[in-house]
């Protein structure tokens, strides 16, 4: 089984605390932190990251 194609975010500099986002499987998206590769991976389906980041893309306030 092969590693999933991580991309990190364009906002991200040169820093270690970058979000990195892939589709680990069909049906999901896997989202981590670059100082941890190791670490923790949330998954969550391509609906609710495109509501994700379309939410930040408008601006909407958090609740």
Known sequence: MSSPAWQKS???AQGNSCIHVAAP???AVGLTESGDPAGTVLRTTPAAWAALVRALKEGLPRD
């Open 25 to 27: 499987a069909p049906g």
């Open 10 to 12: 364009s906002y991200c």
